[in-house]
């Protein structure tokens, strides 16, 4: 008889702790410059996610411990927080993968009003060709000096300045799905979309608006993607569409795509590889994306649709899916 | 104190208190389980949400419903959706969006902080949408 109600003890007990980690429903705005929300189980409470949300835009954003740099004169070894540091080094062994990724491209970023000053509601005129050509003159990764050991960053030209905002999102959806404590949940933080503890459903935005979303795939649990296209932050200037991905010319890249959606095990890579397989087009993108052993999807304007390892349903008649080999 | 003890001692497994006891356990056990597993009866309707905060819940109850403006973000409310019918911002993703009708589904105007989003009712497909 006391085995039967120690039993049943044990059973009430194990409910009431199931109990304890609570359905999560957060949203917000205003951090790293864009809106966040997570739905899931457990982990902390909304305020301690901010918080987070908080120190990381201090380590990812120009404002923060990159403007220590971006500020500094030429030969001054400048300091940087350890996750800060190994961000940059991720993304500087990331342009010997792939140069279509230069975090350095910061001032050509900023001549062309792509900065943190942007605002969707503001009228912006593109540069001359002198002031590009000037600008690239402080572009490149060669400016700039590591030393690992004592993780600070020297410049060779007062002028060259970093940005971390093609890497930014993807780090930071990666560190809270690891340190928050979630039992299962989905992240997502400005479009970039991470997944813990079982797997979701994902939809693909379409670029030229409409649906909520123009094709599903599946976000594993650990997996983050992240998308890229030539649709968000730009401006429009006598009927020509500026927008916000550059090239080595100093110029927004032109090409047939509207946008890329990759999915890779590790944020920062996503969000990378989102931006450097939009420069490299899809052909030029599979190496790449084996390397990181990520998966993608190519939008293009004319609405034809290639993916390259991802399993993706198109959901939309108006959408033609060609699997790449 | 001694005869109490003794009772108890001597006492046979199946006694009127213990199986109170256990059915008393065994009602909060099956409560919880219902309370926990049983799908929630949620009537489907819109939420509205200005930076962040919940700030208006509209359920579809065939009334006559309102059109309602937050920070220069005019929604229309119409029997199961809900579109963005103008919008102050200059890129106008939010007025391109088509009018939402599934539970989760929902329409980000950016620039102004708005929110609109459908709860209840018929499960979208998707959990989030990648941008």
Known sequence: MKKIAAVLLMVFIAVSLAACAPNREYMGFGFMGTFYSFKGVGGVEQKELEKKLLELENLVSVDGELKKINEAKAGEAVKVDAATYSLIKFAVDFNKNSSALDISLYPIVKLWGFDNTFNENSSLTPPDDQSITQTLTHVGLDLFEFDDENMTVTKKDDLAALDLGALGKGYAVSYLLEKCGFKEGILNLGGTIGAIGKEYKVGIEPPFGGESYFAVFTLKSGEVCSTSGNYQRNYVYEGTLYHHIFGDNGRPVENSLASVTVVCGSGAAADALSTACYVLGAEKSKELLDLYDASAVFVYEDKNVSSYKLDVNVTSKDYKLKVEE | ?131
């Open chain 2, 1 to 131: 104190m001694k005869k109490d003890f003794r009772y108890y001692k001597e006492s046979k497994p199946f006694r009127l208190w213990d199986l109170a006891v256990v059915g008393v356990i065994l009602i909060m056990v099956v409560a919880l389980l219902l309370v926990l597993f049983l799908p929630r009866q949620e009537a489907a309707g819109v939420k509205i949400y200005y930076k962040g905060e919940l700030v208006r819940t509209v359920a579809f109850d065939g009334s006559a419903y309102p059109v309602l403006k937050y920070n220069g973000v005019t929604i229309v409310i119409e029997e199961g959706k809900a579109y963005v019918y103008e919008s102050t911002c200059k890129n106008q993703y939010c007025v391109k969006h088509a009018p939402i009708s599934k539970s989760g589904e929902s329409i980000v105007c950016l620039p102004n902080q708005v929110v609109v989003k459908i709860y209840g009712g018929e499960k979208s497909e998707v959990d989030e949408v990648t941008k």
